[in-house]
C-alpha cells in the first residue's frame, strides 16, 4: 500500500508512518519545515518534500493520512479530494491501523506520555512485546516515539484534541486527570469532560477504566462510562529514579494496569523505578556555567505547578529560574487566572512572548507585559517580559542567573530550542 502523510513531522503521525513503513508499506510525506523527527523519517527511506502544494502526492496513493494542524483547505488536501484519494485524519487511521488489537488507551489532560512511557516500559520487560505510539520520544523505545512488537497489546496514547480518541477501540484506558484544555475546541470543562465520557462508553461491556478515585472529576467522569472502574489509588505510590509527586501517581496507574493484566507487582515495580523518563518531561539537558538546565513540556497551570515541586524536589535548595512561554492565546486568556498564580515555587519567572499555534483562528491576544506584572502580583515571584527568545537568552546569562540557581525552560512551543542552546558544549 501507498501511503502520503501530510504533516509528517507531527509527533502522532510520524509514529504512524513509521510503523506503516516498518510494516513494508510504501511511505511518502510532507511538512512545512525540517526537523529532527523528518530526518529521521528520511533515513529510515520515507521520502518527504517541504513543499505541501499538492505536487508530492502520487497519482496511486492508495490512503491520504493528515495530521489535525493541516486545514480541510489546504494544498494537499485539495489536491488529494481532485485525485479521489481516501483521506483519513491521524487518529482516524490510527484507529483503523489498531483496531484487531488489543488496545490500552491511555488518555487524561495531562500525563498521558509520562504514562504511556512508563506502562511501556513495564509491558516490554514483562515480555508482552505491546506495539506502542507515544507522543514524546522515550529512551525506552530507543528514543523513538513507536514500537512494532509482535504481541497483541496495542498501548497508545489518546488525545481529546476535536474528539480524535473517539476514532480508537479501547479495551482498557488508564485515565490520569480530566481538568480542562483545549478551550478553542470545546465550550468549557463540561463539554470537555463529556468528551472523556463518551471515550469510556466505546469500551466493550466488559472494558475497564483505570483511574485515581481520589480526584472527584475522575470518579465522575469514570463511572459515568458505565463499565467497570479500577482505583489506581488502592495502590502503592511506587518509588522512581524520577522527581516529581505527579510522576508516582502516574506510575500508580501503570501499577494497577500491570495487576489487572495478571504481572507479578514486583516485577512492575522494578521496571517502574528503572524507567528512564522521556523527552521535554522535566528533561535535563547540561549546564551553563555550572547552573543545571531542564527543559519541559508544561503548558498548563497544573502542569506549571507540578512540574516546579517536581523540580524543588530534584534540586533542593536552588533558586528557580523559570522561563516560560504560553502555548496559544486563547488557552493563556481562558486560564488567565490559573496561569498567573501557578508560580509560586519559582523565583524568577521570564516570559519571552506567547507561542502562536494558530494564528488563523485566534483573535485575542496576550498583553505579555500585563501578563508578567500579574504573574508578580499573584504567585508573588519576580517576573520580566523577555521580549523574545533571543534576547531572553541574553538577559538570563548578563543579568538573571546566578551562582546557585537552577534554570527551567517551559512551554509547548519553540521555547525548547532556548533550552538547547543555552547548553554550554
Excluded at 513507536?146 to 476514532?167: M, T
Excluded at 514486583?266 to 547552573?291: D, V
Excluded at 508573588?380 to 525552560?409: F, I, Y
Amino acid at each position: 500500500m501507498k501511503i502520503f502523510c501530510s504533516g509528517i513531522g507531527g509527533i502522532g503521525l510520524s509514529a504512524y508512518a513509521a510503523l506503516q513503513n516498518e510494516a513494508g508499506h510504501t511511505v511518502f510525506g510532507s511538512d512545512r519545515t525540517e526537523s529532527d523527527i523528518t530526518r529521521g523519517l528520511a533515513g529510515r527511506g520515507i521520502f518527504i518534500t517541504t513543499q505541501q502544494d499538492g505536487s508530492a502526492i502520487p497519482g496511486d496513493t492508495n490512503l491520504f493520512v493528515y495530521s489535525e494542524a493541516i486545514p480541510a483547505d489546504a494544498p494537499e488536501r485539495r489536491h488529494a479530494k481532485q485525485l479521489q484519494l481516501k483521506q483519513q485524519s491521524y487518529f482516524q487511521a490510527l484507529g483503523e491501523l489498531s483496531r484487531d488489537f488489543t488496545v490500552i488507551a491511555v488518555c487524561g489532560t495531562h500525563g498521558k506520555s509520562s504514562t504511556t512511557g512508563m506502562a511501556a516500559k513495564v509491558l516490554i520487560d514483562a515480555g508482552v512485546d505491546p506495539t506502542v505510539v507515544v507522543g514524546t520520544h522515550v529512551p525506552d523505545l530507543g528514543n523513538r516515539n513507536w514500537r512494532r512488537g509482535q504481541g497483541d497489546i496495542f498501548l497508545l496514547e489518546a488525545c481529546e484534541y476535536r474528539r480524535s480518541f473517539h476514532f480508537l477501540s479501547p479495551r482498557i484506558v488508564l485515565m490520569t486527570n480530566v481538568d480542562g484544555d483545549h478551550f478553542d475546541a470545546f465550550t468549557g470543562v463540561e463539554e470537555y469532560q463529556q468528551a472523556f465520557v463518551d471515550f469510556l462508553r466505546l469500551l466493550p461491556d466488559d472494558g475497564t477504566v483505570i483511574t485515581h478515585g481520589s480526584d472527584a472529576d475522575c470518579r465522575r467522569v469514570a463511572h459515568a462510562g458505565g463499565r467497570r472502574v479500577i482505583d489506581a489509588d488502592t495502590f502503592p505510590l511506587p518509588q522512581l529514579s524520577l522527581s516529581g509527586a505527579h510522576m508516582r501517581r502516574n506510575a500508580q496507574l501503570v501499577l494497577a494496569l500491570a495487576d489487572e493484566l495478571g504481572m507479578e507487582r514486583e516485577s512492575a515495580l522494578r521496571a517502574l523505578h528503572g524507567y528512564r523518563g522521556s523527552a521535554r518531561r522535566l528533561e535535563y539537558k547540561g549546564k551553563w556555567k555550572g547552573i543545571p538546565i531542564y527543559d519541559d513540556y508544561a503548558h498548563h497551570p497544573v502542569e506549571i505547578r507540578a512540574t516546579l515541586a517536581a523540580l524543588k524536589e530534584a534540586e533542593p535548595g536552588k533558586r528557580i529560574v523559570c522561563v516560560f512561554q504560553p502555548h496559544m492565546h486563547d488557552r493563556t486568556l481562558r486560564l488567565y487566572d490559573d496561569f498567573i498564580r501557578a508560580f509560586d515555587d519559582a523565583g524568577v519567572v521570564v516570559v519571552p512572548n506567547v507561542y502562536d499555534a494558530r494564528p488563523d483562528v485566534e483573535t485575542e491576544r496576550v498583553d505579555v507585559g500585563e501578563f508578567v506584572h500579574d504573574i508578580a502580583d499573584q504567585s508573588h515571584v519576580e517576573a520580566l517580559d523577555g521580549s523574545s527568545l533571543r534576547q531572553t537568552a541574553s538577559l538570563l546569562k548578563q543579568s538573571v542567573l546566578q551562582d546557585g540557581d537552577v534554570l527551567l525552560v517551559m512551554g509547548a512551543g519553540d521555547v525548547t530550542e532556548l533550552a538547547s542552546d543555552m547548553v554550554q558544549r
